[in-house]
């Protein structure tokens, strides 16, 4: 049973590693032991550039991938381990938002059909999850009527719509949301944020919310973990990621997100970063980030720096050296 103190999702030291594809060449370590945890009704941002392992951690927790080593916990039990067969239960209770709703939506399906197949799985009569679904319908603002049309008969920011209706269907305590509005308008990006946040409050979900767009991680999370070749770099609550950002990636991550103010934009100093991310097959020794890092000395070249808490007196978490002051 979860208690008010109890995470509902903990994930110690998990590693994502593929085995290398030629001869000669290294295992590409995607998720390099990360942990964090997850509250009841809370929304976790994980953020980061492309290819950092964001995705990948989404895709593992749910196990569509399986974890190269480490746990995760759901609800206080072990479930990295579980079989499929095993993991069945657990499935009404952990659902998943993909980027792209059209390509994660099966064309030949009604949005019947979609949003009703997690329900039949869970052993749901035809005439129940039918009903079900339009009810679902309804509360991610679709019109229950067009229950019979198919995917592309909607527009995407509908078809995220039909995507999430999908993801509520077994009724879970926790979405993992991959991307979930990079792929739409910015205007429909908003109402999607808009409807995910009024789920999380009628509903008691907890999110773990992946993004690029730092902005849009503003808004909906409340605490943040920012990851840089596998590994979390920074975790903490977002006021203080965001107002007073310790290490020196996300710094410069949020010095490129648009300020609303014109004269605030312009007045503001933005850090650049040199190159591309290094391949995770052949991480830079030390600090990974050491190579684009504007503050790197000697000993980040030699030296990997461990997650410790910020400052004193706060939660927070940095992975640096020379963090900057908080
Ligand atoms: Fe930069 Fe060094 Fe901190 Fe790494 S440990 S982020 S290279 S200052």
């Given at each position: 049973?979860?208690?008010?103190?109890?995470p509902?999702?903990s994930?110690?030291?998990?590693?994502?590693?593929?085995?290398?594809?030629?001869?000669?060449?290294?295992?590409?370590?995607?998720?390099d032991?990360?942990?964090?945890?997850?509250?009841?009704?809370?929304?976790?941002?994980?953020?980061?550039?492309?290819?950092?392992?964001?995705?990948?951690?989404?895709?593992?927790?749910?196990?569509?991938?399986?974890?190269?080593?480490?746990?995760?916990?759901?609800?206080?039990?072990?479930?990295?381990?579980?079989?499929?067969?095993?993991?069945?239960?657990?499935?009404?209770?952990?659902?998943?938002?993909?980027?792209?709703?059209?390509?994660?939506?099966?064309?030949?399906?009604?949005?019947?059909?979609?949003?009703?197949?997690?329900?039949?799985?869970?052993?749901s009569?035809?005439?129940?999850?039918?009903?079900?679904?339009?009810?679902l319908?309804?509360?991610?603002?679709?019109?229950?009527?067009?229950?019979?049309?198919?995917?592309?008969e909607?527009?995407?920011?509908?078809?995220q719509?039909?995507?999430?209706a999908?993801a509520?269907?077994?009724?879970?305590?926790?979405?993992?949301?991959?991307e979930?509005?990079?792929?739409l308008?910015?205007?429909?990006?908003?109402q999607?944020?808009?409807?995910m946040?009024?789920?999380?409050?009628?509903?008691?979900?907890?999110?773990?919310?992946?993004?690029?767009?730092?902005?849009?991680?503003?808004?909906?999370?409340?605490?943040?973990a920012?990851?840089?070749?596998?590994?979390?770099?920074?975790?903490?609550?977002?006021?203080?990621?965001?107002?007073?950002?310790?290490?020196?990636?996300?710094?410069?991550?949020?010095?490129?997100?648009?300020?609303p103010?014109?004269?605030a934009?312009?007045?503001?100093?933005?850090?650049?970063?040199?190159?591309?991310?290094?391949?995770?097959?052949?991480?830079?020794?030390?600090?990974?980030?050491?190579?684009?890092?504007?503050?790197?000395?000697?000993?980040c070249?030699?030296?990997?720096?461990?997650?410790?808490?910020?400052?004193p007196?706060?939660?927070?978490?940095?992975?640096?050296?020379?963090?900057?002051?908080a």
């Amino acid at each position: 049973m979860t208690t008010a103190t109890q995470p509902l999702l903990s994930v110690r030291d998990m590693t994502k590693v593929y085995p290398a594809r030629r001869r000669g060449s290294a295992p590409v370590r995607a998720v390099d032991g990360i942990s964090f945890d997850v509250a009841p009704g809370e929304t976790l941002g994980l953020v980061g550039e492309s290819g950092c392992g964001k995705s990948t951690t989404g895709r593992t927790i749910v196990r569509l991938l399986e974890p190269s080593s480490g746990s995760i916990a759901y609800d206080g039990h072990d479930i990295s381990h579980l079989s499929q067969r095993e993991l069945k239960p657990l499935r009404r209770e952990i659902q998943m938002v993909f980027q792209d709703p059209h390509s994660s939506l099966n064309p030949r399906q009604t949005v019947a059909r979609i949003i009703s197949d997690p329900l039949l799985v869970q052993g749901s009569s035809a005439a129940d999850a039918r009903r079900r679904a339009a009810e679902l319908m309804e509360l991610v603002g679709l019109i229950p009527e067009q229950i019979d049309r198919f995917p592309h008969e909607f527009s995407g920011g509908q078809a995220q719509r039909i995507g999430i209706a999908r993801a509520l269907a077994t009724g879970p305590r926790l979405v993992i949301a991959d991307e979930p509005v990079s792929a739409l308008d910015v205007s429909v990006q908003a109402q999607i944020v808009n409807l995910m946040e009024r789920l999380q409050q009628e509903l008691g979900l907890a999110y773990l919310f992946i993004a690029h767009d730092l902005s849009v991680v503003k808004r909906v999370c409340d605490r943040v973990a920012v990851m840089y070749l596998g590994r979390i770099v920074e975790i903490g609550a977002k006021e203080r990621v965001y107002t007073a950002p310790a290490h020196p990636y996300t710094r410069a991550l949020l010095s490129a997100v648009p300020l609303p103010d014109p004269a605030a934009e312009r007045a503001r100093e933005r850090i650049t970063l040199l190159g591309d991310p290094p391949s995770p097959a052949a991480p830079p020794p030390g600090c990974t980030f050491h190579p684009r890092c504007p503050k790197a000395q000697d000993k980040c070249r030699s030296e990997a720096p461990v997650l410790r808490i910020a400052a004193p007196g706060e939660a927070r978490q940095v992975a640096c050296h020379f963090p900057e002051a908080a």
